[in-house]
């Protein structure tokens, strides 16, 4: 693709999420932005179909109320299906949907591209740090 075809691309595409009456497709591309729901999503890709407390091991630092939002909000968008087991005592476990396994198909290229890139992100920090800048007049005080 040319620079003028992808730019007009991503210009159809805003439009489409512009078009959004009932604020679902923003809604669903938060996820794509949430570090909690794609952390499960990757958890539950690699590993399968696992428990609340499996899923919470393997992803550090979420707190089980978090977990718990998250896992609500991917199975109301279709892409984290709830299997609740009539066993004693009653158990849960989470399983990514064909849905979810698209997102994180096509969130492994971003991950990569942030990953080569990573260095010259570093660099460009570090050279904006390195810079003097002015405070907004709000914080001259």
Same mark, same amino acid.
């Given at each position: 693709?040319?620079? @003028?075809?992808?730019l007009?691309? *991503?210009? +159809?595409?805003?439009d489409? #999420?512009?078009?959004?009456q &009932? %604020?679902?497709?923003?809604?669903?591309?938060?996820? +794509? %932005?949430s570090?909690? !729901? #794609?952390?499960?999503?990757?958890?539950? %890709?690699?590993? %399968?179909?696992?428990r609340? +407390? @499996?899923?919470?091991r393997?992803?550090?630092?979420v707190?089980?109320? $978090?977990?718990?939002?998250?896992?609500?909000?991917?199975?109301? @968008?279709?892409?984290?299906?709830?299997? @609740? #087991?009539?066993?004693?005592?009653?158990?849960?476990?989470?399983?990514?949907t064909e849905?979810? $396994?698209g997102?994180?198909?096509? $969130?492994?290229?971003l991950?990569?591209?942030?990953?080569?890139? !990573? &260095?010259?992100?570093r =660099? *460009?920090?570090?050279?904006?740090d !390195?810079?003097?800048h002015? =405070?907004?007049?709000w914080?001259?005080f």
């Amino acid at each position: 693709m040319t620079r @003028d075809e992808i730019l007009s691309y *991503s210009q +159809a595409v805003c439009d489409g #999420l512009r078009e959004d009456q &009932d %604020g679902v497709r923003r809604e669903v591309l938060t996820h +794509a %932005g949430s570090r909690w !729901s #794609l952390g499960v999503i990757h958890t539950l %890709g690699v590993y %399968g179909r696992l428990r609340h +407390a @499996d899923i919470g091991r393997r992803m550090h630092g979420v707190t089980q109320r $978090m977990l718990t939002r998250t896992l609500r909000q991917l199975e109301r @968008d279709g892409l984290v299906t709830r299997h @609740d #087991l009539v066993e004693m005592p009653p158990r849960v476990e989470y399983e990514l949907t064909e849905l979810g $396994m698209g997102l994180l198909i096509h $969130m492994v290229p971003l991950w990569t591209w942030v990953v080569e890139n !990573s &260095d010259q992100f570093r =660099k *460009s920090r570090e050279e904006y740090d !390195s810079r003097p800048h002015e =405070k907004p007049s709000w914080q001259t005080f």
